[in-house]
């Protein structure tokens, strides 16, 4: 080139071009950087053997029915008193799977899960438009499983949150009826290997051991707790199965008379001259290595023709369950199952789902779900900024995204009253709903002059600094309540 031919401002304009091109891709190493971080369990989780949790006197029932397993079951009820012991197989027994969280190696693949990506191929990232250093992080989609080896972390995190709200939303509420609760405590429940080994394999057994613990601690001096199943417990290079119970709870265990009364079994309190600064870390960390257990159903108790016609009229199963958005656009097409058409139903899939039951993470007490009851939900418009200089964040459609578009969202707060309390509360509600709308108050407001009320915005937990509008969007709530849905899930709460 001569330097005649030289063109210092296309010169200019490339470097500028150049540099742009290296930030945008800083900024996407950032935002998958943060996207993927994850507790340091989560690798032990996922990498390390883990002992199989078949026990084998059961497996021996499997292949042995028919044998009387008188003996076998005798040494079940030593240390257990209250759980019924059948003597003998039952004609279906209810055998359970348990398996780590992330272990469903193929669930990604199946669900779609993983980073979202633009038309150009590049990852859709969220970020602060002042600095990326302050926030950038990349959009993932996710299924909501603690099966899923990319979802677990997020979902043992947000199981965290949820635990959180439900233990506190308990000691709010009594604090305002005048009754103090304490501080929550974290105990771990191990019954005898040889007891807990064999009723953990069947789900009636199962489910008595767990009624028994969960009675128990209430007897001895816990009033609101929820319960995590540990089948297993990190050795060195493995995970050894060795059942045991974590328990966070309300109250002052009598653990003496809890031993005298349950011989053999251990109780101890774990770090019990220190605080639990984060209930949802807490919860979070447990959860990440929790048992998940499938158990059998018998095909006999099933009305099948009942759950096929609840396919074609939702809600005869499941009430409140609707036609979704999919049926309506199937319907249009002249197909699916809003017009009787069932063809593109995965049988096998459907058939696997109903013959099979997971157990779930048990509120007892005071927080059981039973016990505490959603009178309203508060509902706020809202758009994400960044925390640390107040910027709005935006989201960018990969590196070529040099605009980005605003994260806006809708966040809804249920307002929560205990169950004996529901009637009273919903009658003086109802009878001052007009008076609240005439003086622009809402029901987060009724909330707080309530002393048998509370939203949990009021459960003193940090709190986003993202702007609240004064009303809707100008699309229609379903267009961001849906996208929530498929980003987040059914809870359109605790979004940011």
């Not at 304490?182 to 771990?188: A, K, N, T, Y």
């Not at 013959?355 to 927080?367: D, N, P, Q, T």
């Not at 996208?483 to 709460?493: D, I, K, L, V, Y």
């Amino acid at each position: 080139m001569q330097i005649e031919d030289y063109d210092i401002r296309l010169e200019d304009r490339r470097l500028r071009a150049f540099q742009r091109d290296l930030e945008m891709k800083e900024r996407q190493g950032l935002a998958v950087q943060a996207a993927l971080a994850e507790h340091s369990v989560t690798s032990y989780v996922r990498n390390l053997p883990v002992e199989d949790s078949t026990y084998p006197a059961i497996e021996y029932l499997r292949l042995h029915p028919q044998d009387d397993v008188t003996g076998t079951q005798e040494g079940v009820q030593e240390g257990l008193s209250g759980i019924p012991v059948q003597k003998g197989p039952e004609p279906y027994r209810q055998y359970i799977s348990w398996c780590m969280p992330a272990h469903d190696l193929t669930r990604p693949d199946r669900k779609g899960c993983g980073f979202i990506r633009s038309s150009a191929g590049g990852i859709v990232y969220s970020a602060c438009p002042e600095d990326p250093e302050h926030h950038c992080k990349g959009k993932r989609r996710h299924c909501w499983s603690l099966r899923c080896p990319k979802c677990m972390n997020d979902t043992a995190l947000k199981r965290g949150v949820q635990i959180e709200k439900q233990l506190l939303s308990y000691k709010v509420l009594s604090e305002k009826k005048g009754i103090g609760v304490g501080d929550i405590g974290h105990w771990v429940v191990s019954p005898p290997q040889d007891l807990v080994k064999r009723l953990c394999q069947t789900k009636p057994e199962f489910d008595d051991l767990c009624k028994h613990i969960d009675d128990s601690m209430v007897a001895f001096g816990a009033t609101a707790g929820v319960t995590i199943f540990h089948p297993w417990r990190q050795k060195e290079s493995d995970w050894e199965f060795s059942p045991h119970f974590h328990i966070l709870c309300y109250g002052r265990i009598d653990t003496t008379e809890f031993r005298r009364q349950n011989p053999g079994w251990l109780i101890k309190k774990v770090h019990s001259r220190e605080k639990i600064r984060s209930i949802r870390h807490t919860a979070a960390y447990l959860t990440t290595h929790m048992g998940l257990g499938m158990a059998e159903k018998d095909p006999d108790d099933i009305d099948w023709d009942l759950k096929v016609l609840d396919m074609l009229v939702p809600g005869l199963l499941s009430p409140g369950a609707d036609y979704t958005e999919k049926d309506y656009n199937e319907k249009g097409e002249g197909k699916g199952r809003m017009l009787g058409d069932l063809s593109g139903i995965d049988w096998e899939q459907w058939t696997m789902k109903s013959l099979s039951v997971e157990f779930k993470i048990r509120y007892w007490g005071g927080a059981s779900k039973r016990n505490i009851r959603t009178l309203g939900v508060y509902r706020q418009y809202k758009i994400r900024v960044c925390r640390h200089c107040h910027t709005i964040l935006r989201t960018y459609d990969g590196i070529h995204d040099c605009v980005g578009t605003y994260i806006r969202y809708i966040r809804d707060d249920p307002v929560v009253v205990f169950a004996e309390d529901f009637e009273l509360v919903n009658a003086v509600f109802q009878s001052f709903k007009s008076r609240l709308r005439e003086e622009h108050l809402t029901i987060v407001d009724f909330s707080r002059m309530c002393p048998l009320a509370l939203c949990t915005l009021d459960l003193g937990l940090p709190m986003d600094e993202d702007l609240v509008m004064t009303g809707p969007f100008e699309e229609p709530d379903e267009y961001f309540l849906r996208r929530q849905r498929e980003a987040f899930g059914r809870e359109t709460e605790a979004i940011a």
